[in-house]
């Protein structure tokens, strides 16, 4: 298939119409039952995506004593290299962990 100079055009319209929404998921906050835990992060299931969230800044190595599996989590942050950076995380009962 040859690259012609329509759809070149197009294929960078539509690069750059996703660009906001990709700035716009960097301060987001994501809600989720906890599938799996290790020592400094864990995975999130918001309803059919699951996004792999790292807690070193807010928990150290130390998520496992705090967050398990099946847990009703809140997590606010940014994403950074395919990881989600937690800043905060909060239960379900409104209880913030790791701080």
Partial sequence: MKLTATRFLFLGVVI????????????????????????????????????????YDSCGDNTTRYISAGDQVTVTGEFDLGEFDALSITKANGKSVCQ
């Fill in 16 to 55: 750059l119409a996703s660009i906001p929404a990709i700035a716009q998921n960097q301060g987001n906050s994501f809600s989720g039952r906890v599938e799996r835990v290790w020592e400094d992060g864990f995975r999130l299931n918001t309803s059919g995506r699951s996004i792999t969230v790292d807690t």
